[in-house]
């Protein structure tokens, strides 16, 4: 696909969605089954007007159907669906149109999704485009009947198993999903809309504390020091204020968030996407509660150069200015956690760092905690 976009220097390939890939296969293979024959492309529109033509990779009759793949492309995106084989098989019927999942397509699990619970992950915009798709197909050739089609992805169960379809309530295989049709490389939409998703299914399962995690580390703290189970938790990556805002807009009635301070240190300037890309910050806010706390400038002007929190840590400990420090940063956290939220709700964080046995806790925290373990 000939479609660009810049992230900072970066000159990036765009690619297609499993939308896309579903509503072009669909496309072909009904051609192929009103005419015989089959392109080698198949044009079809995206939800914003534009027209794609995608490659279509293999095209073949059966005796009461027609089957189509596309090969999904991902462009420039670390995507692990990228390069996975993407089915449709179509059949006729006398009326309307019937989409379902075949091999490899994840079955919907838990309420809050795209999709109701039994169904196909096949989500709704896509299930447009197959029908757009297909009606174009219809009036061109001027059939008047119906469509059932099966979308399918062989490597699907495999591949779903690197993906948070598992932990979201999707499961046996992929979903087929995509809002535009374009796949944007190093996009943060994307993932801003699973932590929405996965928020909404803790929300429908009742839930009424949000308890956001930074990743595995955060994780592997819920199991090893916290009784909480991690299912119940979303996990929101460096995306902390979009993941708050969602918490908010949903209607959860509070929010606790749990990370390694490698990261949450940055909270206390503020920072709420804490990938390096956006904001680093986390020396000078370190030097900044220590200014705070009395540190010693000759102590102060050693951290800077230091490449992680955990070996600045390490030089306030040494010097006797640890635990003054870390409350001070503790105070600064609190202070914009409850800034983003405007006091509208209790929030709290737990904060943890392996290396020097640290679990800091601001003043809410434990009340959550407790809170959540009732709930779940």
């Not at 490899?104 to 795209?114: A, E, F, N």
């Not at 174009?136 to 469509?147: C, K, P």
């Not at 200014?291 to 050693?302: D, E």
């Given at each position: ?10 000159k990036l390939r765009c ?22 024959t089959a392109g080698s ?336």
């Amino acid at each position: 696909m000939e479609r660009y976009i810049y992230k900072g220097t970066k000159k990036l390939r765009c690619g297609y969605t499993t939308g896309s890939c579903a509503a072009a296969a669909a496309k072909a293979a009904a051609e192929l089954l009103l005419t015989g024959t089959a392109g080698s492309y198949a044009e079809i529109l995206l939800p914003g007007g534009e027209r794609l033509s995608v490659p279509v990779n293999e095209s073949r009759l059966t005796e009461h159907s027609a089957i189509c793949s596309v090969i999904k492309d991902s462009g420039d995106d670390p995507d692990v669906t990228n390069g996975i084989l993407i089915l449709a098989e179509i059949s006729l019927i006398p009326e309307e149109i019937k989409i379902s999942g075949g091999q490899g397509i994840g079955i919907v699990t838990k309420p809050g999704l795209d999709q109701p619970v039994g169904e196909s992950a096949i989500n709704s915009v896509p299930r447009h485009m197959i029908k757009n798709a297909l009606q174009e197909i219809a009036e061109l050739h001027e059939y008047h009947g119906g469509f059932n089609v099966m979308i399918s992805a062989p490597d699907g169960r495999e591949i779903a198993k690197k993906t948070y379809n598992p932990r979201m309530g999707i499961q046996g295989g992929i979903s087929i999903i995509g809002t535009t049709g374009i796949v944007e490389p190093m996009s943060s939409s994307a993932l801003i809309e699973t932590i929405r998703t996965e928020a909404n299914i803790r929300r429908k399962e009742g839930l009424k504390t949000l308890l956001l995690t930074l990743g595995n580390y955060s994780e592997q703290f819920l199991k090893m020091r916290l009784p909480i189970p991690e299912e119940i938790s979303v996990s929101c990556s460096n995306f902390i204020g979009e993941a708050i805002d969602i918490g908010i807009s949903m209607g959860f009635s509070e929010i606790l968030l749990i990370g390694h301070i490698g990261k949450m240190i940055k909270l206390g300037a503020g920072i709420m996407n804490t990938h390096s890309h956006t904001a680093d910050g986390r020396m000078e806010t370190l030097v900044t509660c220590g200014v705070l706390a009395g540190v010693p400038v000759p102590v102060l002007q050693k951290l800077p150069a230091c490449v992680t929190v955990d070996s600045a840590l390490e030089i306030l400990k040494s010097a006797g200015y640890l635990n003054q420090t870390l409350e001070i940063l503790l105070q600064r956290i609190e202070f914009h956690l409850k800034a983003r939220v405007s006091d509208s709700v209790p929030i709290g964080a737990v904060i943890f760092s392996y290396q020097h046995e640290i679990i800091l806790k601001t003043s809410q925290a434990e009340d959550l905690i407790q809170h959540i373990r009732k709930e779940s």
